[in-house]
Protein backbone atom coordinates (compact mmCIF):
# COMPACT_ATOMS: atom_id res chain seq x y z
CA UNK A 1 0.00 0.00 0.00
CA UNK A 2 2.74 2.09 0.58
CA UNK A 3 4.17 1.91 -2.77
CA UNK A 4 0.89 2.93 -4.09
CA UNK A 5 0.35 6.52 -1.90
CA UNK A 6 4.15 7.19 -2.69
CA UNK A 7 3.39 6.98 -6.22
CA UNK A 8 0.00 8.66 -6.11
CA UNK A 9 1.55 11.29 -3.72
CA UNK A 10 4.69 12.14 -5.22
CA UNK A 11 2.80 12.38 -8.63
CA UNK A 12 0.62 15.45 -6.73
CA UNK A 13 3.99 16.37 -5.20
CA UNK A 14 5.02 17.05 -9.37
CA UNK A 15 2.12 18.74 -10.47
CA UNK A 16 2.04 21.18 -7.74
CA UNK A 17 5.27 22.03 -8.92
CA UNK A 18 3.93 23.16 -11.66
CA UNK A 19 1.43 26.00 -10.43
CA UNK A 20 3.89 26.91 -7.77
CA UNK A 21 5.62 28.95 -10.14
CA UNK A 22 2.53 31.66 -10.65
CA UNK A 23 0.04 33.83 -8.38
CA UNK A 24 -1.22 31.36 -5.34
CA UNK A 25 -4.06 34.06 -5.20
CA UNK A 26 -7.93 32.89 -5.16
CA UNK A 27 -10.56 35.23 -6.14
CA UNK A 28 -13.60 34.22 -4.21
CA UNK A 29 -15.77 36.51 -5.57
CA UNK A 30 -18.15 38.72 -3.31
CA UNK A 31 -19.22 35.93 -0.86
CA UNK A 32 -17.70 35.86 2.32
CA UNK A 33 -16.20 32.28 2.82
CA UNK A 34 -16.69 31.15 6.59
CA UNK A 35 -16.03 27.65 6.37
CA UNK A 36 -12.47 26.56 7.08
CA UNK A 37 -9.91 23.87 7.99
CA UNK A 38 -8.04 23.78 11.51
CA UNK A 39 -5.25 21.75 12.54
CA UNK A 40 -1.91 21.07 14.92
CA UNK A 41 1.64 21.11 12.88
CA UNK A 42 3.96 18.86 15.09
CA UNK A 43 7.74 19.60 14.00
CA UNK A 44 10.47 17.43 14.53
CA UNK A 45 14.07 18.39 14.19
CA UNK A 46 15.76 21.90 14.76
CA UNK A 47 14.32 24.56 12.11
CA UNK A 48 17.66 25.75 10.29
CA UNK A 49 18.98 28.78 10.62
CA UNK A 50 18.30 30.40 7.26
CA UNK A 51 14.29 29.45 7.88
CA UNK A 52 12.21 32.36 6.53
CA UNK A 53 9.13 31.17 6.96
CA UNK A 54 6.67 27.72 7.20
CA UNK A 55 2.98 27.83 5.98
CA UNK A 56 0.49 25.08 5.36
CA UNK A 57 -0.76 24.31 1.56
CA UNK A 58 -3.70 23.19 0.45
CA UNK A 59 -4.23 21.97 -3.41
CA UNK A 60 -8.02 21.28 -4.60
CA UNK A 61 -7.69 19.21 -7.65
CA UNK A 62 -5.93 16.24 -9.44
CA UNK A 63 -4.93 17.09 -11.02
CA UNK A 64 -5.00 20.72 -11.04
CA UNK A 65 -7.62 22.50 -13.46
CA UNK A 66 -6.53 25.53 -12.63
CA UNK A 67 -3.27 27.38 -10.97
CA UNK A 68 -6.01 28.97 -8.52
CA UNK A 69 -6.31 25.36 -6.85
CA UNK A 70 -3.30 26.25 -4.34
CA UNK A 71 -4.23 28.04 -1.27
CA UNK A 72 -1.21 28.66 1.77
CA UNK A 73 -2.19 29.76 5.14
CA UNK A 74 -0.94 32.43 7.53
CA UNK A 75 2.28 32.35 8.39
CA UNK A 76 2.69 29.23 11.30
CA UNK A 77 5.14 29.55 14.27
CA UNK A 78 7.54 26.94 13.69
CA UNK A 79 9.89 27.59 16.62
CA UNK A 80 7.36 25.47 19.00
CA UNK A 81 7.47 21.82 18.92
CA UNK A 82 3.76 22.35 17.60
CA UNK A 83 1.65 25.07 16.06
CA UNK A 84 -2.23 26.03 15.37
CA UNK A 85 -2.96 27.02 11.53
CA UNK A 86 -6.35 27.53 9.87
CA UNK A 87 -7.23 27.89 6.39
CA UNK A 88 -10.30 29.39 5.06
CA UNK A 89 -11.67 27.15 2.19
CA UNK A 90 -14.63 26.68 0.18
CA UNK A 91 -16.83 23.80 0.30
CA UNK A 92 -15.20 21.29 -1.71
CA UNK A 93 -12.57 18.07 -1.50
CA UNK A 94 -8.70 18.91 -0.93
CA UNK A 95 -6.74 16.58 -2.22
CA UNK A 96 -3.35 17.15 -0.56
CA UNK A 97 -2.89 18.90 2.63
CA UNK A 98 0.93 20.30 3.25
CA UNK A 99 3.50 22.07 5.33
CA UNK A 100 5.99 23.86 2.92
CA UNK A 101 9.41 25.15 4.55
CA UNK A 102 10.92 28.30 2.96
CA UNK A 103 14.47 29.54 3.09
CA UNK A 104 15.85 33.16 3.71
CA UNK A 105 16.01 34.96 -0.17
CA UNK A 106 14.56 32.01 -2.11
CA UNK A 107 11.56 31.10 -4.08
CA UNK A 108 9.09 28.54 -2.22
CA UNK A 109 10.04 25.79 -4.11
CA UNK A 110 7.35 22.54 -3.39
CA UNK A 111 10.78 20.22 -2.95
CA UNK A 112 10.82 21.84 0.66
CA UNK A 113 7.90 20.12 1.52
CA UNK A 114 8.13 18.78 5.40
CA UNK A 115 5.05 17.03 6.19
CA UNK A 116 1.91 15.81 4.24
CA UNK A 117 -1.38 14.77 6.16
CA UNK A 118 -1.89 11.25 6.14
CA UNK A 119 1.99 11.08 5.68
CA UNK A 120 4.50 9.91 8.45
CA UNK A 121 8.33 10.72 9.13
CA UNK A 122 11.46 8.26 10.03
CA UNK A 123 14.44 10.46 11.09
CA UNK A 124 14.66 13.00 8.17
CA UNK A 125 12.60 10.86 6.01
CA UNK A 126 9.18 12.02 4.56
CA UNK A 127 6.51 9.26 3.79
CA UNK A 128 4.29 11.01 2.01
CA UNK A 129 1.26 9.46 1.91
CA UNK A 130 -1.26 11.91 1.90
CA UNK A 131 -5.65 11.81 2.69
CA UNK A 132 -7.99 14.33 1.03
CA UNK A 133 -10.19 16.71 3.06
CA UNK A 134 -13.47 17.37 2.39
CA UNK A 135 -15.77 20.39 3.41
CA UNK A 136 -19.44 20.24 3.38
CA UNK A 137 -21.02 24.05 3.12
CA UNK A 138 -19.93 27.09 3.33
CA UNK A 139 -20.03 27.20 7.36
CA UNK A 140 -18.34 24.17 8.61
CA UNK A 141 -15.34 23.87 9.97
CA UNK A 142 -13.46 20.67 9.24
CA UNK A 143 -10.96 20.08 12.20
CA UNK A 144 -8.03 17.80 13.49
CA UNK A 145 -6.19 18.05 10.35
CA UNK A 146 -3.46 17.38 11.95
CA UNK A 147 0.30 16.97 10.08
CA UNK A 148 3.45 15.61 11.15
CA UNK A 149 6.56 17.99 10.09
CA UNK A 150 10.36 17.16 10.24
CA UNK A 151 12.10 19.86 9.55
CA UNK A 152 15.43 18.07 9.07
CA UNK A 153 14.41 17.17 5.64
CA UNK A 154 15.57 21.19 5.18
CA UNK A 155 18.07 20.98 7.95
CA UNK A 156 21.05 20.43 5.50
CA UNK A 157 24.36 22.80 5.82
CA UNK A 158 25.53 22.07 2.33
CA UNK A 159 24.41 22.56 -1.37
CA UNK A 160 25.34 21.15 -4.73
CA UNK A 161 24.85 23.75 -7.45
CA UNK A 162 25.32 23.73 -11.00
CA UNK A 163 23.74 24.00 -14.30
CA UNK A 164 22.04 21.47 -16.85
CA UNK A 165 21.96 21.98 -20.74
CA UNK A 166 19.60 20.49 -22.58
CA UNK A 167 20.91 19.31 -26.35
CA UNK A 168 18.31 17.92 -29.11
CA UNK A 169 14.37 18.50 -28.95
CA UNK A 170 12.88 18.11 -25.53
CA UNK A 171 10.23 15.19 -26.47
CA UNK A 172 6.57 16.55 -27.17
CA UNK A 173 5.33 14.31 -23.99
CA UNK A 174 7.66 16.38 -21.72
CA UNK A 175 5.75 17.05 -17.88
CA UNK A 176 8.31 17.37 -15.60
CA UNK A 177 12.49 17.51 -15.19
CA UNK A 178 13.48 17.10 -11.88
CA UNK A 179 17.41 17.20 -10.97
CA UNK A 180 18.19 14.69 -7.52
CA UNK A 181 21.00 13.81 -4.97
CA UNK A 182 21.25 10.34 -4.55
CA UNK A 183 23.17 8.12 -2.10
CA UNK A 184 23.33 4.91 -4.40
CA UNK A 185 22.76 4.85 -8.23
CA UNK A 186 18.66 3.70 -8.65
CA UNK A 187 17.20 1.39 -10.29
CA UNK A 188 15.96 2.07 -13.75
CA UNK A 189 12.36 2.66 -13.61
CA UNK A 190 12.03 1.99 -10.23
CA UNK A 191 10.38 4.81 -8.55
CA UNK A 192 10.77 3.64 -5.06
CA UNK A 193 14.24 3.05 -5.33
CA UNK A 194 14.69 6.86 -6.60
CA UNK A 195 12.63 7.83 -3.75
CA UNK A 196 14.04 5.46 -0.99
CA UNK A 197 17.71 6.28 -2.29
CA UNK A 198 17.29 10.11 -2.57
CA UNK A 199 18.90 12.73 -0.76
CA UNK A 200 17.38 15.32 -2.06
CA UNK A 201 14.88 16.20 -5.47
CA UNK A 202 14.19 19.05 -6.77
CA UNK A 203 11.09 19.26 -9.16
CA UNK A 204 11.32 22.61 -10.02
CA UNK A 205 13.27 22.81 -13.12
CA UNK A 206 12.28 24.34 -16.03
CA UNK A 207 11.17 22.27 -19.46
CA UNK A 208 11.58 23.38 -23.25
CA UNK A 209 14.41 25.53 -22.01
CA UNK A 210 18.45 25.26 -23.34
CA UNK A 211 19.81 25.46 -20.08
CA UNK A 212 18.62 25.83 -16.22
CA UNK A 213 20.57 26.09 -12.91
CA UNK A 214 19.92 23.87 -10.21
CA UNK A 215 20.39 23.30 -6.22
CA UNK A 216 20.36 20.53 -4.03
CA UNK A 217 20.69 20.70 0.19
CA UNK A 218 22.98 17.94 1.70
CA UNK A 219 24.36 17.18 4.36
CA UNK A 220 28.16 18.11 4.91
CA UNK A 221 30.49 15.20 5.05
CA UNK A 222 28.43 12.98 3.34
CA UNK A 223 29.58 11.72 0.26
CA UNK A 224 26.54 11.87 -2.73
CA UNK A 225 26.95 8.80 -4.97
CA UNK A 226 24.93 10.25 -8.14
CA UNK A 227 23.41 13.59 -9.48
CA UNK A 228 21.13 13.13 -11.77
CA UNK A 229 18.49 15.23 -14.12
CA UNK A 230 15.49 13.34 -14.78
CA UNK A 231 12.58 13.15 -16.96
CA UNK A 232 8.98 12.17 -15.91
CA UNK A 233 5.96 12.24 -18.63
CA UNK A 234 2.93 14.23 -18.91
CA UNK A 235 0.76 11.91 -17.54
CA UNK A 236 3.01 12.44 -14.26
CA UNK A 237 3.34 8.50 -14.07
CA UNK A 238 6.63 7.35 -12.14
CA UNK A 239 6.90 4.48 -14.08
CA UNK A 240 7.79 6.89 -16.72
CA UNK A 241 10.51 8.37 -14.85
CA UNK A 242 13.97 8.13 -16.62
CA UNK A 243 18.00 9.38 -16.15
CA UNK A 244 18.09 11.15 -18.89
CA UNK A 245 21.75 12.71 -17.82
CA UNK A 246 24.03 13.14 -14.78
CA UNK A 247 27.12 14.57 -13.58
CA UNK A 248 30.39 12.80 -14.76
CA UNK A 249 33.27 11.84 -13.31
CA UNK A 250 35.70 14.23 -14.18
CA UNK A 251 39.00 11.76 -13.88
CA UNK A 252 37.14 9.90 -16.47
CA UNK A 253 38.45 9.91 -20.10
CA UNK A 254 35.19 8.20 -20.82
CA UNK A 255 32.69 10.64 -20.10
CA UNK A 256 30.41 7.65 -18.94
CA UNK A 257 31.40 7.43 -15.22
CA UNK A 258 28.83 8.61 -12.68
CA UNK A 259 30.92 11.22 -10.38
CA UNK A 260 30.75 11.15 -6.65
CA UNK A 261 30.46 14.61 -4.84
CA UNK A 262 31.80 15.23 -1.35
CA UNK A 263 30.51 19.12 0.32
CA UNK A 264 32.68 20.14 3.13
CA UNK A 265 30.52 21.80 5.91
CA UNK A 266 28.86 24.46 5.91
CA UNK A 267 29.83 24.89 1.93
CA UNK A 268 28.72 25.11 -1.57
CA UNK A 269 30.17 22.80 -3.94
CA UNK A 270 29.37 24.45 -7.59
CA UNK A 271 30.16 23.46 -11.39
CA UNK A 272 28.27 19.93 -10.48
CA UNK A 273 26.95 20.78 -14.58
CA UNK A 274 24.85 18.13 -16.39
CA UNK A 275 24.25 17.44 -20.09
CA UNK A 276 21.18 15.84 -21.22
CA UNK A 277 21.24 15.07 -25.10
CA UNK A 278 17.61 14.14 -25.92
CA UNK A 279 18.27 12.33 -29.09
CA UNK A 280 20.44 9.72 -26.58
CA UNK A 281 17.88 8.80 -24.34
CA UNK A 282 14.95 5.95 -24.91
CA UNK A 283 12.21 8.41 -24.41
CA UNK A 284 9.17 7.54 -26.50
Known amino acids: MISIYLRKTVSVTILLIMIMQFSCRVDHGLEPINSKITGTVTFHGD ?58 NESWNISNVIGVYGGSISGDLLIPTYRSVT ?19 VNRDAKIKGEINFIGDWPDNTGVMAVGAF ?46 ALWIDDTFDLASIRDVGYYCDPQDSTGLKPGSVLVPADAVKTGINITVDFSKTDIQ
Open 47 to 104: HPPSTDEVRVVVAKDFPPKDIKSLLFSNMINYREKTAEYEIYLPKGTYKVVAVLWKEH
Open 135 to 153: IADNNTTVRNINIQATLER
Open 183 to 228: SSIPEPGDYMDYFFSSIFMDYSIPVFVSSAEYMLRVQGQDTVKYVA
